[in-house]
């Protein structure tokens, strides 16, 4: 093996030894490995703890950065954006150092603590299947190499070593969700209930979820097709799927629709389907399904979109290109219900009004210049910068 491979420690015990484990690993391999620190600011001691989690992989010969988050939480879940956030940053800065491939210290005690609490939301395949051990998170693959190894045998590699590590206090602190499943986890132990099981329990639905994964990949070739960068669905073909089958596809097409990496939550999506199904409209994270005589489209929500402007040019709402004509004094954003009105031909491409309202037009100050995709292209074009292929290639991966 060659390359580079980034390592995320924060000074605690599971990315400590991960980062022992992979200098052992990698000694007098043609590997040259880079490890990152994510100071969230979060806590008065988080910047000592980042610096001296540099000085430990300085020990080792690891070149070390740490990376601030500058923008710092909003409102709502504190541990959520503080995750969102490090994968941000991490990614970031592996593709600045031509880092392909970075590895995190999730644990077995991590995998048992994800399925408790996707559990206490009624979680289905998918969720119960915890984290997987590779993704791709911006271009950027993550492995997860320590899923099986529990949280103890970690702190008895680091102790018969004598290699220290920091303590979080947050780790202690009940008002976290985490650390609550992390109680919970004592007290299930005597059933049998343990870390180990629990993640072999993950690594089982894990298998459960490739194979239903496969089943809706067949069933979208059959019934699905992308067009003005929304998902269509044959409806009557859709009524037929079994309801994990029909629900998984929707989950994945609104994911794919809306580029986020979290699927919604299962009650609106719950609702989702009933709409599908039923012949009515939903809205669900950023997007909207709505049905017509024959078909169900799977579109990005006008709201979601009113705020997005960009230049010709460059990619507009992260899904799409628009060029051509003349640039001067143009901005592109949504089409819009107003800019819809204006578009007398609009009804020629079969394409429902509400899914036109939210693909790229191009104004000059408060006047529509050109909407491509609604008939009204006056030479200029706009592409989605993702295919159907595509989408059909997002069912398989993960």
Sequence with gaps: MTGRLGIAISGGSDSMALMHLMQEAFEGEPVELYAATV?????????????????????????????????????????????????HLLSGWARRNNISTLCVAHTADDQAETLLMRMARAAGVSGLSGMPPRRVHNGVTLLRPLLEVTRSELRQYLQERGIEWCEDPSNCDLRFERVRARRALEELAPLGLTPTVLSRVAGNMNKA?????????????????????????CQRKFRTLPSETGYRLLVKAIQWVAGTPYPPR????????????????????????????????????????EGAISLPGQVWDSRWKVFGGDAKGCVVRALGRDGLRKCPDWRAAGIPGTVLEATPAVWQGAELAAAPTAGLANGWSAEPVANEEEFFASLLSH
Excluded at 209 to 233: P, S
Aim: aromatic share 6%; charged share 25%; net charge neutral.
């Design 209 to 233: 979820r490739e194979a239903l994964d496969w089943y809706v990949f067949l069933a979208a070739r059959d019934l699905a097709h992308v067009q003005a960068g929304a998902v269509v669905l």
């Design 266 to 305: 299962r009650v609106p999506m719950e609702i989702a389907v009933l709409a599908a199904r039923g012949g009515g409209a939903a809205t669900v994270s950023g997007c909207h399904l709505l049905t017509t005589s024959k078909q169900i489209w799977i579109c990005r929500e006008a709201k979601a979109v």
């Design 39 to 87: 100071d969230h600011g979060l806590r008065p001691e988080a910047a000592a703890e980042a610096e001296w989690a540099g000085r430990a992989a300085a020990a080792l010969g690891i070149s070390h950065e740490v990376i601030r988050w500058e923008d710092g939480p909003g409102k709502g879940n504190l541990q959520g954006q503080a995750r969102d956030a490090r994968y």
